[in-house]
């Protein structure tokens, strides 16, 4: 069956990186663009970053400079890169897949910035 599957997330200072990573099966991942998306506690769900099937990304300007978007398809894996994080980045990210009028949805993953 289809699933998305995100890991990497935690706990980290203000300033510090980390990489999270989005494991698919279950679909032609390389056809599909791949998006993270972030929610914090009473927001709304954000689009932070993409990937396109044929690799343009693109970013929600707050990230951008910050996060970095890439793709494996070999290996069927996504990845978000975040440096110089802040306590704003603190969100559950979700990794998402689309086609046209396919999208499936990762459980999340929490990423804390604090001191």
């Known amino acids: 069956q289809v699933q998305l599957v995100e890991s990497g997330g935690g706990l980290v200072q203000p300033g510090g990186s980390l990489r999270l990573s989005c494991a698919a099966s279950?679909?032609?991942?390389?056809?599909?663009?791949i998006h993270w998306f972030r929610q914090a506690p009473g927001k709304e769900r954000e689009l932070v970053a993409t990937?396109?099937?044929?690799?343009?990304?693109n970013y929600k300007d707050s990230v951008r400079g910050r996060f970095t978007i890439s793709r494996d398809n070999a290996k069927n894996m996504a990845f978000l890169q975040m440096s110089s994080l802040k306590p704003e980045d603190t969100a559950v990210y979700y990794c998402?897949?689309?086609?046209?009028?396919?999208?499936?949805w990762g459980q999340g993953t929490q990423v804390t910035v604090s001191s």
């Open positions: 998402k897949a689309t086609l046209y009028l396919l999208n499936y």
């Open positions: 279950g679909f032609a991942f390389s056809d599909f663009h």
């Open positions: 990937i396109a099937n044929y690799d343009k990304s």
